[in-house]
């Protein structure tokens, strides 16, 4: 079937086509199926003709030229044998060549996004032409999938614009820019949005001049020259660089690089099968399924509104006010103030409020790619700023954060003063990270407009925003919070209050299980090296330091006084905080730490410390130290679920991967369970009985273990 109104034909002028990918009712194109069969109609009909030119291929979606496959359907042919694997790659290949044979000169202008397989579709091209939109981006992220191009991607790139600049860009899954892209030779040319076509056109016209395309067109068909020593130098440099990345748990890179390496002395036909007989290896993989669940836990968040009724809509934010300028205050204002949202600040202290304006003013300013702070930038955001200790200036704003004090009794006062001069319609929120919010509520009017927006430390790095819904909270309130979070830049993840909320609920019984090992004899590196191999960047002890023991002790008995039936009030932590172990920030916790590195020695005199607490001195096997982890972290997810702190499974597994950095490998926590299977999870923790009741399985856990059943069963495709 052949969804004819996908991409339009036109002729601008008389010997020059023009075929426009425009999906009816997408905000984006994508490369299904029926519109590869389409284009493969087009290019039929567009090669019998004589009196052509040129091509153009480009999109009726400004800002947005094609935004890869359809990951869709992969994700529905995850199980397909090999065959239709290498079918389904040669198919694309031999359509998108034909670009690259046709009897006139092809160029695809590129405004916007083109990704994945649409890179694959304008390399493939003669020639292509960029727009200088700061949309336009060219990349290959198939690598984040676990798969690599397969439509030729691997084959022509390289030839294209060289072995190693291939091997960056196809290994490492970033796109570039459109001045990058020109640097690299993706592209040869930019042009405004607006001019884009008359450029194209003016390059074909250029091309059937000189020929050049005719040139490239043979070399581009050809093994790539290069000598065996570059090959072997450029081999073992890319090789040590991608395992120092992928730490051996994605695949995908790897299996790119090898094959680039191999494909370049072989010509295009034979790259190509080489291309396609590789992708068996990957398509379909446990990897490639859990990062296509990745991926869809990223597209549905980015439809989240927060409420589950359309008639909700959010109030507009023209502006916000963060009171509190400490570490997290300056962050949260500086994530406003990047997307041009106009802030007040203020602060107790007014030396603090310099401060955190200055901290401001250096994130705002710091320019990624000169990777140093920007005299222009700088200029750009400071009016939208404002220091002040006025309470009608900062309670004038649409959202109002407080993030002063982890004290209730501080938040309390601070949030009824300002409740009293907020306008009707305008948001107030807590930063608190163990407060509930229902209890900071209590003490307001209008309990109603008030929410948790929990940001994470460090704000610019953490995408992750947990917007806590507390009982008395209206969907209004919670969709205008959604939408200013989604403004800033990040994924919002809407939960019912409950101690810990989502994150540090689910953390907290891992690292607290960590402790337990090493009173039990498991050593720092041990317990650390088995939470790596199992995918996390960083080990718990590790992680303690970075926190603070001091912070951790606190949060551990926050959650204590929540669930004092399975959370171990373990005496080790005030003991190290005691002996003025705080971790990082004091030179030693659990590790030692040389002036100026954020990297912990082992520390000979934590045995000390530990002495008194070590109930036993026994072996663990890896296998072990992370079912002790893992399952304990599984349990209480069990019974967020339960409580009904989160809609969806799916909140919990992007929750995960973007506030603790769990491996996106396993496809969060419980696609991974799931993986597992129930009954094996049940088996598990049936050896872990002797542990009492923080690893008794939940009864929804066994309910599900007696049906066979997953996680995922309740989460509809996204
Ligand atoms: P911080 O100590 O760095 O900053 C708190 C600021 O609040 C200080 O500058 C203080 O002068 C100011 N302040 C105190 N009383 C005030 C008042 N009455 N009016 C105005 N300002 C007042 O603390 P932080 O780490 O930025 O934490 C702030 C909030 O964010 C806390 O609720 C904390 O739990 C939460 N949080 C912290 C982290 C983290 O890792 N630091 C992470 C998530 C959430």
Known sequence: MIAASTIRVSFPEADIALLTFDMPDKAVNILTTPVMNELAVHLEELEQRDDLTGLVLSSGKPGSFIAGADIREFAESLDVDKASIVAMCERGQRLFRRLAQAPFVTVAAIDGICVGGAAELAVWCDRRIVSTSEETEIGFPEVKLGLYPGWGGTV????????????????????????????????????????????????????????????????????????????????????????????????????????????????????????????????????????????????????????????????????????GAGIMGSGIAAATIKRELPLVFTDASAEVLQNGAREVMRQVSYNRKTKSSDATRAVHFAPFMNLTHSREELTAADVVIEAVVENADVKRQVLTQLESGL?????????????????????????????????????????????????????????????????????????????????????????????????EGASVKEIDRAARAFGMPMGPIALYDVVGLDTACYAGSTMYQAFPDRIIASPVLPALVKSGRLGQKSGAGFFRYSKGKRRGQEDPGLQEVLEPYLREKRRFSEEELQQRMFLPMVLEATRILEEGIVRDVRDVDLGLILGLGFPAFKGGLLFWADRVGTPALLEQLKTLEPLGERIRPTPRLLDMGRRNARFYDSASVA
């Open 156 to 323: 022509r790139t390289p030839r294209m614009i060289g072995l190693s600049n291939a091997i960056e860009i196809i290994t490492g899954g970033e796109s570039v820019n459109a001045s990058a892209a020109v640097g690299l030779g993706l592209a040869s040319q930019m042009a405004s949005p607006e001019q884009l076509l008359d450029a194209a056109i003016a390059m074909i016209r250029e091309e059937q001049g000189t020929g050049d395309y005719l040139v490239d067109r043979t070399a581009w068909e050809q093994p790539i020259v290069i000598s065996e020593t570059e090959l072997g130098f450029l081999g073992s440099t890319a090789t040590a660089y991608i395992r120092e990345q992928t730490k051996g748990h994605y695949p995908a890179p790897l299996a790119a690089l090898e094959l680039m390496l191999e494909s370049a002395s072989m010509e295009v036909d034979a790259a190509c099968q080489r291309e396609a007989e590789g992708m068996t290896q990957l398509f379909g993989s446990p990897i490639n399924e859990a990062l296509i669940n990745v991926f869809f836990l990223h597209a549905r968040n980015k439809k989240v509104v927060g409420t589950s009724g359309d008639s909700i809509q959010a109030s507009p934010i023209r502006s916000v006010s963060v009171v």
């Open 423 to 519: 306008s009707d319609h305008a948001v107030l929120a807590s930063n608190t990270s163990t407060i509930p919010i229902s209890s900071l509520g209590e003490a307001l009017q209008r309990p109603d407009r008030f929410c948790g927006i929990h940001f994470f430390n460090p704000v610019r790095q953490m995408k992750l925003v947990e917007v806590i819904r507390g009982q008395e909270t209206s969907e209004e309130t919670i969709a205008t919070a959604v939408s200013y979070v989604k403004r800033v830049g990040k994924s919002p993840i809407v939960i019912n209050d409950g101690p810990g909320f989502l994150v540090n609920r689910l953390l907290l019984p891992y690292m607290l299980e960590a402790v337990e090992l090493l009173c």
